[in-house]
């Protein structure tokens, strides 16, 4: 039997060591679904319910396995479908091609049916690397070359085929002219900077008293080095969200998240220094560093793109975060001084107890702090975490302590709801040995991951380990818009857009033979998370929450709580209590020792 074009696709990628697809059907990719039969599912073809979660998996896969993620979408709308997910790992920096099919090339340009311009579509999404396929001897090196960009520049690339080329028998490219013919191997090396440019970047740390560092995802393979210039320099660490797994929070002196999903000490830490050092992270809230006249300033990055952004830098280094800090070291002198470092390590300290005392608030039913609260001890060392958008990731930025060898993301400059199921499915097949956990609102649930709760049941059986919770915050209200109103607008709650549905989601999690708990009073969390991690399978927990706990952010002013107020003069439906529990919250925050708990 010959060799067809789809044929060479799929040996392609298993010579490329990809181990997973993930996609739907449908016509325009007959052809590869052909060739999956014939290679016996190899790579895995992972049946998601919809293209953007298959886009969204993929980008779980690639966020914490560290390898390639690949999706593949039928033409028209299936590759229509795909692009929320890819936009997410664009923004993010992940490693994702995906694989679209496109109608017969004898149909193009007739305006037949689902016939889409597919380079243009992409144009943008897949802007480093978007090409179609028109013969067979094109094709190794347009894969290669996406797969070689995708990785290489951690972004997305897109490979269109249309339907009748994958029927073709393949004919490799020729040695002659006109013909390019390609390679697989994927080396190469990472850019360290010049000493000179290290010797500029040591005047300016050394010369600080205050020094600051932030870092993000970029630095997660050099948190030995961090640590290293840390205890030097008698710094501060903040994280950026997407880099919160970069370090442990159980060191004294890392401040947490930054930006209006952070912590009181990253919001100081940022306020009072006079140096700044940012590795790896293009944290784009400007707001939350320094003023702009307040501190010299130093950054590192391995894109030279995103270099000199966000902040008036006096120092750009462009190069490999651990191997740039390793060589910055020795050109360091220790700060003997450590006022700075113990006021830093006073507040964490702080921040931490005002995170106890406000899990501890009272609530009806159930306050969302107390759920992450009693959550982050319990989770083990190895696990993998996946917050949604919304107020669930408020919880997880602030409750969530990352220690072991902890991963955890979300949607970070996209910011999408949606993507919590789909990443730890994508990170199940990554890391199946690893638990993971979905921690989402109910929002999102509704929106898609209800029905990823069927691919869980699909799947599940075959993971090595089938430890994976996905834990739902029901509170009826889409929470976090809810406030953006209450407290940036001054507005009540417009409940035709932010009242959702009841929806039992345990109960539809037990009908799919997954385990499902439902706790609806706050002395069954801790026991409902020890009964979910001891699960046999699958397991969804369904928190009925309190929408009144407000999200405040660690700079809030009297402003914003007045505004919040005027919300409830004007008629907001649950006014009182969500004043009472404001109050009560921001009172916990701002004096510990109160609210609640009486304290020492």
Same mark, same amino acid.
């Given at each position: 039997?010959?060799?067809?074009? !789809? $044929? ?70 299936? !590759? ?11 923004? $993010?920096?992940? /490693? ?11 149909? &193009? ?85 010049? $000493?000179?440019?290290?010797?500029? !970047? ?146 964490? %300290? ?66 999408? &709801? ?19 956990? %979905?921690?989402?609102? $109910?929002?999102?649930?509704? &929106? ?146 109160? %609210?609640?708990? /009486?304290?020492?």
């Amino acid at each position: 039997m010959s060799e067809t074009v !789809a $044929d060479f696709v799929l040996q392609r990628l298993r010579d490329w060591g990809v181990d997973h697809v993930f996609g739907y059907a449908g016509d325009g990719i007959n052809g590869l679904l052909a060739a999956w039969e014939k290679a016996d599912n190899s790579p895995k073809f992972v049946q998601a319910r919809h293209e953007e979660m298959s886009a969204f998996e993929a980008v779980g896969y690639a966020k914490f396995s560290g390898r390639l993620g690949v999706c593949v979408a039928t033409s028209g709308p299936g !590759a229509i479908h795909l692009l929320n997910g890819l936009y997410d790992a664009k923004l $993010d920096h992940v /490693p994702v091609v995906a694989i679209v099919g496109q109608t017969n090339r004898s149909a &193009m340009g007739g305006h037949y049916q689902q016939e889409i311009d597919l380079l243009s579509l992409f144009k943008d999404v897949a802007a480093e690397y978007c090409q179609m396929v028109t013969v067979p001897e094109q094709l190794p090196n347009v894969l290669d070359r996406a797969i070689r960009i995708a990785s290489s520049q951690r972004t997305v690339t897109t490979v269109i085929i249309p339907a009748d080329v994958q029927e073709l028998d393949y004919t490799p490219p020729g040695h002659e002219f006109k013909m390019v013919p390609s390679s697989l191997d994927i080396s190469w090396s990472l850019p360290v900077p010049p $000493d000179s440019q290290l010797t500029r !970047a040591a005047e300016v740390l050394n010369a600080g008293e205050k020094v600051a560092i932030l870092v993000g995802q970029g630095a997660r393979g050099a948190a030995e080095e961090v640590t290293e210039v840390t205890e030097l320099l008698g710094a501060g660490v903040a994280k950026a969200l997407l880099g919160k797994d970069v370090l442990s929070d159980e060191l004294e002196w890392v401040t947490g998240s930054i930006g209006l999903l952070g912590t009181r000490p990253s919001y100081e830490l940022m306020r009072d220094c006079d140096t700044l050092l940012v590795v790896g992270s293009s944290f784009p809230y400007t707001q939350f560093l320094p003023e702009l006249d307040q501190a010299r300033a130093v950054q590192i990055d391995i894109d030279p793109r995103m270099v000199g952004l966000r902040y008036p830098f006096e120092v750009n280094l462009v190069g490999d975060a651990a191997d740039t800090l390793r060589r910055l070291v020795p050109m360091l002198t220790r700060k003997d001084d450590r006022s700075w470092r113990e006021s830093v390590v006073h507040n964490v %300290a702080r921040w931490w107890q005002v995170m106890e005392r406000r899990s501890a608030t009272t609530a009806d039913p159930i306050n969302p702090e107390l759920v992450f609260h009693a959550l982050s001890s319990r989770l083990p060392d190895d696990a993998i975490i996946a917050a949604d958008s919304g107020s669930s990731a408020n919880w997880y930025a602030r409750h969530i302590k990352i220690r072991g060898t902890m991963r955890g993301s979300l949607s970070g400059t996209l910011a999408t &709801m949606g993507p919590g199921v789909p990443y730890v499915i994508g990170a199940k097949f990554g890391c199946p040995d690893r638990p993971c956990y %979905a921690l989402v609102g $109910d929002g999102a649930m509704q &929106m898609n991951g209800i029905n990823e709760l069927i691919t869980i049941a699909k799947y599940w059986q075959e993971w090595a380990d089938p430890r994976l919770v996905v834990a739902v915050l029901h509170n009826n209200d889409l929470n976090q818009v809810t406030w953006e109103l209450r407290a940036m607008q001054g507005s009540p709650a417009f409940l035709p857009s932010q009242e959702l549905p009841d929806f039992p989601y345990a109960g539809y999690a037990t009908s799919l033979g997954l385990l499902g708990i439902k706790v609806e009073k706050p002395d069954e969390v801790d026991g409902a998370w020890e009964q979910a991690m001891a699960a046999d399978r699958p397991c969804l927990v369904e928190f009925i929450t309190d929408p009144a706990v407000p999200p405040i952010p660690p700079h809030a002013t009297w402003e914003q709580m007045k505004a919040t107020a005027e919300s409830f003069l004007k008629g907001d439906a649950d006014r009182w209590g969500m004043l009472k529990e404001g109050v009560r919250s921001k009172v916990a925050e701002v004096l510990p020792g109160t %609210a609640n708990d /009486p304290g020492p």
